[in-house]
């Protein structure tokens, strides 16, 4: 790896750290908030980093590191731990900590707006000619400039990523649970059970990829146009 990868790298891992770190914190605020102190007796409300890491050493350490080795982006999870017999009891309290999730991701999508507005305001940063995941907005400078466009992309790119994917309603991601927010408590317990089967999550998980080839695109094109109104990046 030459050192502008690893620099790279660096920026990616840790606008992952911070995202997953928010999701996962968020998830167990709201679920404390509601009741459930089952993340927070395990060191999950907080966005340190760490307490997440190891939870799930694999989904935060080896497999970002190991799909930035190998295809030059990052990929991979973490976990809050809820009662089951909670989520069963208050359905809509736990679609609410479903959702807490990517709402976080939405809000770091949105300081990453604000971040960008401010460096164009000020001169440091530019609308790209042509924008790319990596690329949403461009330095006029090198050096701080250029690490400044970099961290702002990604946190804006993978956030909108990380929100979009999570609320798409199929199982185990976060959406599927705040279904339960459009149902009546009886409906919102039976599809829950549904949704427990790791045969379904298994199904959920293979049809959300395949769904999300289709909407990711049209979707990072949307938000871009409305970073950018006027611009018409196609």
Same mark, same amino acid.
Do not use: D, K, N
């Given at each position: 790896m030459n050192p502008e990868l690893i620099a790279t790298g660096a920026v990616w891992y840790i606008v992952f750290l911070l995202s997953l770190t928010c999701h996962e914190a968020s998830h167990a605020l709201v679920a404390k908030w509601g009741g459930d102190p089952t993340a927070f007796h395990s060191g999950q409300v907080t966005l340190n980093p760490i307490p997440h890491m190891r939870r799930e050493p694999f989904g935060t350490i080896v497999v970002p590191l190991l799909s930035y080795a190998i295809g030059g982006w990052m990929i991979g999870w973490g976990s809050a731990p809820y009662d089951p017999a909670w989520q069963y009891n208050h359905p809509r /309290? *736990? &679609?609410?900590? *479903? =959702? &807490? $999730?990517p709402l976080a991701n939405i809000a770091l999508m949105l300081v990453a707006v604000a971040g960008i507005h !401010? $460096?164009?305001?000020? $001169? !440091? =940063? &530019? *609308?790209?000619?042509? *924008? /790319?995941?990596?690329?949403v907005v461009a330095a006029q400078s090198r050096g701080f400039g250029e690490g400044l466009a970099m961290f702002l992309s990604v946190l804006f790119s993978l956030n909108l990523l990380l929100a979009a994917f999570n609320l798409l309603p199929v199982p185990p991601l976060d959406g599927n649970t705040a279904v339960g927010l459009l149902l009546s408590e009886g409906a919102a317990r039976r599809f829950a059970a549904l949704s427990h089967d790791r045969a379904f999550s298994l199904i959920g998980l293979l049809v959300g990829w395949k769904l999300f080839d289709y909407i990711f695109s049209p979707l990072f094109r949307l938000a871009l146009n409305l970073l950018y109104p006027g611009l018409g990046y196609h």
């Open positions: /309290r *736990a &679609a609410w900590m *479903a =959702l &807490a $999730g !401010v $460096g164009i305001f000020t $001169g !440091v =940063l &530019a *609308a790209p000619e042509s *924008a /790319r995941f990596t690329h």
